[in-house]
């Protein structure tokens, strides 16, 4: 069975300081990494995707990829309040169903002022 | 761009009425579309996925049923509804192929009484 395990936190951090999200996959046939970010009470939303081993960096975020251990981080820098919220890492594995997503439980990240 | 909506946005419902969820997608055509339910303290459990008109399969057996009447057209419906169908319920949208993510729209959030 397809798994994705993430600490569940809270993760809490000061403002201005890097938070480190962690999450590790089953299956070594994937090929598709996603982070979403979800606000208490609303949907998730889709801040960072990545394929290929290393790192991927979108403004105050970075991706990190590692196939060969089977694991998938995000680095945000600068942390803000704002980026209080549960973090979704999503695997895409491939073969039959590969058009289908396996999300983690989250982890949850509170940046103190 | 592509939008997806969603209504409605809260329901109350008591047990045993039915229950009707539409989702809707625009500025895309032939989707991948998906119904999710989000229990509370939960992660996001896949409950239906299209590949295309009148095209259904169920991921987790249960009292609820889904239809795709026109492209861009998802629905979710019950015949009677049981208190653990509470729950916030995310429809999502992908592209037919490729690696990229899912796209979730606002939810619906449903209390069974």
């Known amino acids: 069975q397809k798994e994705v395990e993430q600490n569940s936190g809270p993760l809490s951090v000061p403002e201005g300081a890097i938070a480190s999200l962690n999450c590790t996959y089953s299956?070594?046939?994937?090929?598709?990494f996603f982070w979403y970010r979800q606000y208490s009470g609303k949907s998730p939303e889709l801040i960072m995707s990545?394929?290929?081993?290393g790192d991927k960096e979108d403004g105050r975020f970075t991706a990190q990829l590692n196939k060969a251990s089977q694991y998938v981080s995000l680095l945000i820098r600068d942390s803000q309040p704002s980026d209080s919220a549960t973090y979704l890492c999503?695997?895409?594995?491939?073969?039959?169903?590969?058009?289908?997503?396996?999300f983690g439980k989250g982890t949850k990240l509170s940046v103190i002022p | 761009s592509q939008t997806i909506h969603q209504w409605p946005a809260t329901l109350v419902q008591p047990v045993g009425s039915p229950l009707s969820l539409e989702c809707t997608v625009e500025?895309?055509?032939?989707?991948?579309l998906y119904w999710y339910r989000q229990a509370a303290g939960r992660g996001l459990q896949l409950l239906f996925y299209?590949?295309?008109?009148?095209?259904i399969s169920s991921e987790v057996p249960q009292n609820l049923s889904a239809s795709r009447p026109q492209d861009r057209q998802f629905i979710l419906s019950s015949k009677k509804l049981l208190l653990s169908d509470s729950g916030f319920y995310l429809c999502a949208w992908s592209v037919r192929r490729g690696r990229e993510a899912q796209y979730f729209g606002p939810g619906t959030r449903l209390l069974v009484l």
């Open positions: 990545i394929y290929s081993n």
């Open positions: 999503a695997v895409k594995y491939s073969g039959a169903g590969s058009y289908q997503l396996t």
């Open positions: 500025g895309t055509s032939n989707p991948n």
């Open positions: 299209s590949v295309g008109i009148g095209q």
């Open positions: 299956d070594r046939g994937s090929q598709s």
